[in-house]
């Protein structure tokens, strides 16, 4: 019986990873089916938004980092189960994820422009290389 709950688990963490790795797609690439996202978001006074940003960005790095730590590993699993230590790390990173897409604040100016057509369609191309690369890869 706790291994079917562990399997259910499981695929309801990866299934949350999946749904917000979706969703990063199209914040990160200002796709207009999402809202938020990274260019378009919550306003905020220009040194507020950054503060809020650099926030979200270090909760999640610090989160996704230190849980992957194999001494943070082998005190995590004294308190949750061997069998589901990866997919709590997947669920909770998602979370952290889904916290920094939820009160990101959009940038007033731009960080970086480029408007030459060859230089964009570089970029988009990186963008999809970058996607697909996550996809093959899928989470750790």
């Known amino acids: 019986m706790i291994r079917a709950f562990y399997l259910a688990y499981a695929a309801i963490c990866y299934a949350i990873f999946f749904a917000t790795f979706l969703y990063l797609i199209a914040f990160v690439g200002n796709l207009p089916i999402v809202d938020p996202t990274v260019d378009f ?9 950054v503060l809020i ?43 952290a994820l889904v916290l920094l897409m939820l009160f990101w604040h959009e940038l007033t100016a731009p960080v970086w422009t480029v408007t030459n057509p060859v230089g964009a369609a570089v970029l988009w191309a990186f963008f999809g290389l970058g996607l697909w690369t996550g996809v093959q890869k899928g989470p750790r």
Do not use: C
């Not at 978001?41 to 938004?49: F, I, L, T, V």
């Open 41 to 49: 978001a919550r306003e905020a006074p220009p040194g507020q938004a």
């Open 53 to 95: 940003d650099i926030v979200l960005i270090a909760l999640f790095g610090i989160q996704h980092s230190a849980m992957a730590r194999p001494g943070f590993k082998a005190a995590w699993t004294r308190i949750v189960p061997a069998p589901i230590e990866r997919s709590t790390y997947v669920l909770l990173a998602s979370l």
